[in-house]
């Protein structure tokens, strides 16, 4: 029998072969997708910086 993370992989390998391609990716959907990475990234700081500064005492 395999491992766990084996099994997490073959299962995670499995349905992504099931996915179709992506045949085209369009200007629009490229800045939507690169504008959403950037606010999920500055609104992760931004709460790590509240839990540190929570943290220390300073708020």
């Known amino acids: 029998m395999?491992?766990?993370p084996a099994?997490?992989?073959l299962a995670l390998?499995?349905?992504l072969?099931?996915?179709p391609a992506v045949e085209a990716v369009e200007a629009g959907d490229?800045?939507?997708l690169f504008l959403g990475v950037?606010?999920?990234i500055t609104g992760i700081?931004?709460?790590l910086g509240?839990?540190?500064r929570k943290r220390n005492g300073e708020v």
């Open 38 to 40: 950037v606010v999920c």
């Open 30 to 32: 490229a800045i939507a």
């Open 17 to 19: 072969l099931e996915l």
């Open 45 to 47: 700081c931004a709460c």
């Open 2 to 4: 395999a491992s766990a």
């Open 13 to 15: 390998l499995s349905l």
């Open 50 to 52: 509240v839990y540190a």
């Open 7 to 9: 099994q997490l992989f």
